[in-house]
């Protein structure tokens, strides 16, 4: 029987890129690999039914749950996967010291009301600080770039929470410097922070790093931001979507073995100055599958990302890892 032609989109990651380069194929499967600079770009693409099987932010694929129709399900591969205390930004003449001080203020925040980062962050601010998303102003845009709004996708915005996009060529990078933004909820590290142009920006935490290995102490979580969904068509076909799920596993774990293995030489063959004591604290804390694909090692962060998600509005019911993820590997 011939290989089924499907397309296929991820973003080349170095965990993917073993399919990218032919280490590892898809089982039965003749597939087409499509990337973009830009990962938003393939879920556009997914959601105009331009792709079979893609990378999907993980909120851009919850709120196809309340069309008419939901057209995808996921597998429980989590290609991109972030701590995110290290995504509040502040500015410096704000007053914001604590995280309880971002109540009362104006908030921007990249791409749309409820990106990924913005999810986990809004749900530990509640959690962790007592702060909830309506206690705030929101100003949806882009960080250095105008980013216009994704008009492809539900941009639900629940009761009592205020939320404007920016207009024209602002930026919320230059807003937050200017200060008519108090504080900053990106995937994107202002320009004038990296680049040490500006004095008016910092992080909300500046030893992000101690707080979220302090987080996952505490709950055992490492946030997840995008998964891989599948067409629910497809999603019938046990073999299919356990072939691809092999796949993946496959890439990421050729990945991790070069990690341990390089663990030896000091790791010699990356770029990074002591890289190879990163890696061994990382890997104390974080296991031996520091990037754990499955439904039973995620389930704890999925169903905390779903409750977040219903929470704040963008899920018209509590959804369950029963209700999306293809029954087939709801036992991985």
């Given amino acids: 029987m011939a290989d089924r032609n499907l397309s296929v989109g991820v973003y080349r990651y170095e965990h993917t890129e073993p399919l990218f380069d032919g280490r590892v194929t898809i089982e039965g499967v003749s597939a087409t690999l499509e990337t973009s ?26 709120r196809t749950f309340d069309l008419d129709d939901s057209p995808f399900l996921a597998l429980p591969i989590f290609p991109n996967r972030n701590f995110r ?22 908030v921007g925040e990249f ?5 990924d980062p913005g999810v ?54 230059d ?5 008519e933004i108090d504080a900053l909820l990106s995937v994107d590290v202002p320009q ?6 500006t004095k008016k920006i910092r992080r909300l935490f500046p030893d992000y790093e101690a707080v979220e290995r302090d987080y996952y102490r505490r709950t055992g979580i490492f946030p997840m931001m995008h998964v891989v969904a599948i067409r629910r068509e497809l999603a019938a076909e046990t073999a299919l979507v356990e072939s691809v799920y092999r796949a993946f596993s496959r890439a990421k774990e050729i990945v991790q073995d070069r990690h341990r293995a390089d663990a030896a030489k000091q790791h010699m063959s990356v770029l ?10 990382n890997r104390a804390l974080l296991g031996e599958d520091w990037w754990p694909y499955g439904v039973g090692a995620n389930r704890k962060a999925v169903d905390t990302f ?3 998600h219903y929470e704040q509005g963008l899920s018209k019911r509590l959804l369950t890892s029963g209700d999306i993820f293809v029954p087939g590997l709801l036992d991985t």
């Fill in 272 to 281: 990074t100055p002591w890289f190879s004591e990163l890696f061994a604290e």
């Fill in 111 to 115: 791409a749309l009301y409820g990106h």
């Fill in 120 to 173: 986990w962050n809004k749900g530990v601010l509640a959690d962790d600080f007592g702060v909830t998303p309506d206690r705030m102003n929101w100003v949806i845009g882009g960080t250095d770039h105008p980013v216009p709004s994704f008009d492809w996708i539900p941009q639900p915005v629940p009761d009592g929470v205020r939320v404007r996009h920016t207009e024209g060529e602002q930026t919320l990078g």
């Fill in 37 to 62: 600079p830009l990962v938003s770009d393939l879920f556009r693409r997914m959601a105009e039914g331009e792709l079979d099987v893609a990378e999907f932010g993980l909120t851009y694929f919850l």
């Fill in 175 to 179: 807003m937050l410097e200017s200060g």
């Fill in 192 to 197: 004038g922070l990296l680049d040490g142009s």
């Fill in 85 to 106: 205390h290290s995504a509040w930004f502040v500015n410096t003449d704000s007053g914001i010291e604590r995280p309880q001080d971002l109540a009362g203020r104006t």
């Fill in 306 to 308: 779903l409750r977040y």
